[in-house]
């Protein structure tokens, strides 16, 4: 029996559901996220300008690198009344504002979900565990669609009535498949999770989303690299088992982390016991990083993140 999720036409859920319960709980809520050089004054001239715009202040957070000469960041959430109507006037009005200060800024309005597409292979648990917590509201988020190489999790994907699309990739077609899926996530979405794809992006895919595709995997690496990872670790005795969430550079595996966790474990954990105690870390650790995106948490300053949680 399929779960019932008041889905409407569209494949979005219905009224009453938890997405749109989500989107009550966000409106009039702005955020504003700004990196400048450090220097005096700046909070005292964000904090003014909110509120000669009749805005409250809900949650401010701010980190420098260094007090004297470092760069400062700064992510604001403010309420304010019929803030959608307000939020282009005031977009305009903070450029004179953030040229003051050298800044690099932007407002988002929390009630608009960020728009997501979902790239997996066979692997589900993290794949499930996004869209149950989209469905239980723990992320607020519009998944538009789920691409994978394989036909196999289209099952796991059907009750949520979401688009799935196979695009199958070999080495000789795989210039081909990434053509396909940039014509299917043109324009319909902001955000590319990679929930267990396995499958490498070329640079040209990157380059389209910049720090908008996020990519989870075990934290074996580099040491234990190829197809076996958790064998290799049971084989050296590790001891601890984790995973790493991170934006997807041209490097492999080498983009700015967002999040990381770990679990102890000893000689006594098999290597089933390391693949769904990895399994575990990794589902908590992609579920964060993913949420603190679609909540404008996350500033990415040369190859490292700034992560406001």
């Known amino acids: ?31 504003l996220l700004i990196t400048c050089p450090d220097r005096p004054g700046i909070v005292a001239a964000v904090s003014r300008f909110l509120f000669e715009n009749g805005a409250n202040i809900v949650e401010s957070q701010q980190y420098s690198t260094d007090p004297f000469g470092g760069t400062f960041f700064l992510r604001v959430e403010f309420y304010l009344e019929d803030l959608a109507d307000h939020i282009g006037e005031m977009e305009r009005e903070f450029g004179a504002l953030a040229d003051s200060f050298d800044m690099r800024w932007g407002f988002t309005l929390a009630e608009r979900m960020k728009r997501v597409a979902i790239l997996a292979s066979k692997a589900e648990h993290a794949l499930q565990e996004l869209l149950w917590r989209v469905h239980s509201g723990e992320l607020n988020a519009d998944i538009r669609m789920v691409i994978s190489n394989h036909p196999d999790l289209e099952r796991v994907v ?22 396909e899926q940039l014509k299917l996530l043109a324009d319909e979405v902001d955000l590319v999770v990679l929930a267990r794809y396995m499958q490498i992006l070329s640079p040209r895919f990157v380059d389209e989303f910049p720090n908008r595709v996020i990519n989870i995997h075990h934290s074996f690496l580099p040491a234990f690299v190829g197809a076996n990872p958790y064998h290799q670790a049971a084989e050296r005795g590790v001891k601890l088992v984790g995973a790493t969430a991170h934006y997807v550079s041209a490097e492999l595996d080498a983009g700015p982390i967002i999040e990381q966790d770990i679990v102890r474990v000893d000689h006594r954990h098999s290597v089933a016991d390391l693949r769904r105690l990895g399994r575990d870390v990794e589902r908590s650790v992609l579920a964060r990083a993913v949420g603190w995106h679609l909540d404008d948490r996350v500033i990415v300053h040369q190859n490292k993140t700034i992560v406001f949680a």
Do not use: C
């Open 1 to 31: 029996m399929e779960p019932d999720f008041n889905v409407q036409p569209d494949g979005r859920f219905g009224a009453g559901s938890p997405d749109r319960l989500s989107s009550e709980r966000h409106r009039n809520i702005g955020r």
């Open 158 to 179: 059907a009750p949520w009535h979401i688009p799935y699309h196979h695009v199958p990739v070999s080495r000789e077609t795989k210039e081909a498949a990434e053509v």
